[in-house]
């Protein structure tokens, strides 16, 4: 199988004439961790929802593991294994830590999420989940309701809800955001343990995040491709300096 996981090539997309995501050629290399940065609006998202199919290209190709999947529907992409993390408001505030990570195992399985099946009989599902939650830290947590949680382990169990749909290719979602240091730092730690034999692409503006986990940066600005590289590479160029650190 070839060491790329994933490839877009020239993927655009424009709404309304208007082209948030212009000829990107993204390449991500099985199990690394992939940082996508760059300026407010230079269309990270857009390259997200594209991914996840979320939204339809409007012209372009994606390639996951060599199979174009650029038609096919955001259902199928996750069953290959594509898997966006949850945003928090997607967690379920008043189940605990561990029915939360038994409803992404449950996902996976193919079962449409029932509540009533979710907390009285999948009780199979518990050791798995349990594995899950001390990967992430989260073991002394499991019986807590996800909203009594603070902030960093809300992200830690968006996390653990990710890993139980077995993602070939995790997507987050500026991980680290709305964190103070000691969060940053412990979320840091988790990506860079969670990422060991899995292959993550994020999106995060902390520089500091992605220098120290990231092995490869694409720097997006108005849409295009600015660099791409490891960070020590990325951060040296001009045009990345102009356009995105302001100096
Ligand atoms: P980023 O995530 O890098 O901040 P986005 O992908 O959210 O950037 O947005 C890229 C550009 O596309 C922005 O100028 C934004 O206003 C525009 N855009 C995003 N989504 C839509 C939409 N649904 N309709 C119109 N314009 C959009």
Redesign the pocket.
Same mark, same amino acid.
């Given at each position: 199988m070839s060491d790329l996981i994933l490839e877009t090539r020239d993927l655009s997309k424009a709404?309304?004439g208007?082209v948030?995501v212009k000829d990107v050629n993204l390449r991500v290399a099985r199990g690394s961790i992939h940082a996508l940065i !760059?300026p407010? !609006?230079? !269309?990270?998202?857009?390259c997200f929802n594209l991914l996840t199919k979320f939204l339809t290209p409007t012209s372009g190709r994606i390639f996951f593991n060599g199979t174009d999947i650029t038609r096919e529907a955001p259902a199928q992409v996750a069953r290959r294994g594509i898997i966006r993390s949850f945003q928090i408001s997607a967690i379920f505030p008043h189940l605990t830590a561990l029915e939360n990570v038994r409803v992404g195992l449950q996902r996976r399985e193919g079962g449409t999420f029932r509540f009533w099946r979710s907390v009285s009989l999948l009780d199979r599902l518990n050791p798995r989940a349990m594995e899950l939650l001390d990967e992430v830290g989260l073991a002394g947590f499991a019986a807590t309701p996800a909203v009594q949680l603070p902030y960093g382990r809300k992200r830690a169990l968006e996390i653990a809800t990710t890993l139980a749909m077995e993602p070939e290719l995790m997507l987050l979602d500026e991980p680290t955001q709305g964190m103070g240091h000691e969060d940053v730092d412990r979320v840091t730690q988790l990506i860079r343990k969670v990422g060991a034999g899995r292959t993550i692409l994020m999106v995060e503006h902390n520089m500091k995040v992605v220098s120290s986990i990231a092995s490869t940066i694409t720097v997006?600005a108005r !849409?295009m491709v600015l660099a791409e590289g490891p960070y020590e590479a990325v951060s040296r160029n001009p045009e990345v300096m102009q356009a995105y650190m302001g100096t």
């Open positions: 709404f309304k208007f948030a !760059g407010n !609006g230079a !269309g990270k998202t857009t997006l !849409g």
